[in-house]
Nanobody
Framework: QVQLVESGGGLVQAGGSLRLSCAASGRAFSRNTMGWFRQAPGKEREFVAAFSWSGDMTVYADSLKGRFTVSRDVAKNTVYLQMDSLKPEDTAVYYC????????????????WGQGTQVTVSS
């Protein structure tokens, strides 16, 4: 199994920044593709970003490019989502997700999910 634990959410004013963390562990963790998603109240889950450990590639939702940045600490198996210039519409529960070995694709096909961390942006 794979365990994903997010942290770093909270309340921030519009224009502020937050950095989310996602620590991965478990014997099945394979450093395949990992992603960030978010879900606002009453809305469907939305793709935020994804990256490949092996290929060192990152993909962002078009609407978030330039404000959100993914980074990683390989030694800690931890992924970060730096969120800048936050807007009230960024308010959501943010989830990280991981694909099992052998899976592929950026926007779907995730096998493991974290519990989510709440981000609230006040106007």
């Amino acid at each position: 199994q794979v365990q994903l634990v997010e942290s770093g959410g909270g309340l921030v004013q519009a224009g502020g920044s937050l950095r989310l963390s996602c620590a991965a562990s478990g014997r099945a963790f394979s450093r395949n593709t990992m992603g960030w998603f978010r879900q606002a109240p009453g809305k469907e889950r939305e793709f935020v970003a994804a990256f490949s450990w092996s290929g060192d590639m990152t993909v962002y939702a078009d609407s978030l490019k330039g404000r959100f940045t993914v980074s990683r600490d390989v030694a800690k198996n931890t992924v970060y989502l730096q969120m800048d210039s936050l807007k009230p519409e960024d308010t959501a529960v943010y989830y990280c997700a991981a694909q099992a070995r052998g899976r592929s694709g950026w926007f779907g096909g995730y096998d493991y999910w974290g519990q989510g961390t709440q981000v609230t942006v006040s106007s």
